[in-house]
């Protein structure tokens, strides 16, 4: 049978999947990751999962396939695969909704200050005195970077709890309804709402910069959910230390798991552990096109969701 690499957690009906139709090892859960390593690489001919490097590859000479398990391949050393001609896959559309879904769970939890709240009345705060009043989104104007599948989504459920989208992109989009800008600075500067999920590339490497932070204000507020390498990490803790950035609502971060230890003590942010497609459905979907993917692959079928 086709020996193949898992290089990443994968859900168990994925990992169930793969063992019906291959030899299966699980280098996301090896005890000695180099041991095996050395001792299957010379077999291993596809990947499910990501994190695939330069120096992984190496190891890895029959290796023809990488079935990345999330939308974003950043994680891959794309030039070399390329380089090899080793193809990738990715797993777009199954994890629109649940990104979407929490992009705008995030937005209404800073909005309304949820996590704030709970701990409040956790703390016995109550007692003292009321909370305080704190803003809707309906009115507001949302700016998405990135009006792809997810940002699409993001728009259209934005427009239901009307609020006004605009957005900006690699290039203007002729069949959507929202009012386009050629800039990110420009976009920021007419929104209330910030919402980044681009594609984390070299190109979109710290898109929002300070100047896109100062466009979006003291009363602004960001939210990421692409990749934290696409924000000016250290200009945006700065800012909201300072009040010259009205909030931000993060589910990614530079370099996760470590956050920013000056974010932690700030009331005007929402923080959530890059869980943005972590839903059992979600995750359920995801393995399932990691597999249908691997398994087109040894059939000679055409890729069903190819990226490279």
């Known amino acids: 049978m086709t020996h193949i690499l898992i290089t990443q ?29 050395r001792e299957v690489g010379t077999e291993i001919r596809g ?4 994190k695939v490097s330069a120096s992984l590859m190496e190891k890895l000479p029959r290796l023809e396939i990488i079935a990345v398990s999330g939308v974003g391949y950043d994680s891959v050393d794309v030039a070399t695969a390329r380089a ?30 949820i ?19 704190w803003s809707e989104l309906k009115g507001k104007t949302l700016g998405i970077v990135g009006l792809g599948r997810i940002g699409k989504e993001i728009a259209k459920l934005a427009t239901a709890l009307k609020m006004q989208v605009v957005y900006h992109g690699r290039n203007r989009q002729p069949d959507q309804p929202y009012p386009y800008y050629d800039s990110v ?50 200009a945006m803790v700065e800012m909201l230390l300072s009040k010259q950035l009205g909030g931000a609502a ?30 059992d459905e979600t995750r359920a979907a995801v393995g399932d096109l990691v597999v249908a993917n691997l398994k087109a692959h040894f059939a000679g079928r055409p890729l069903v969701s190819p990226v490279v």
Do not use: Y
């Open 9 to 37: 957690p994968q859900v168990k009906s994925c990992i169930d999947a793969l063992k019906e139709q291959f030899t299966v090892h699980n280098l996301a859960a090896a005890a000695n990751p180099e041991l095996l390593l």
């Open 47 to 50: 990947i499910a999962g990501g």
């Open 84 to 113: 090899r001609n080793i193809r990738i896959t990715n797993t777009p559309d199954v994890l629109t909704d649940a990104v979407a879904e929490l992009a705008i769970g995030m937005m209404i939890a800073l909005s309304r200050r």
């Open 115 to 133: 996590p704030q709240g709970d701990r409040f009345i956790r703390d016995g705060k109550w007692l003292d005195g009321a909370f305080g009043n």
């Open 185 to 234: 600075v420009a976009t920021a500067r007419a929104s209330d709402w910030l919402v980044v999920i681009a594609p984390g590339t070299a190109e979109t490497n710290r898109i929002i910069s300070r100047e896109v932070l100062e466009a979006l204000g003291p009363n602004g507020m960001l939210v990421n959910m692409a990749r934290g390498t696409m924000v000016d990490q250290d």
């Open 250 to 279: 993060l589910d990614v971060f530079e370099k996760e798991p470590a956050v920013p230890e000056a974010l932690l003590g700030l009331d005007n942010v929402v923080l959530s552990p890059h869980q943005g497609s972590r839903t």
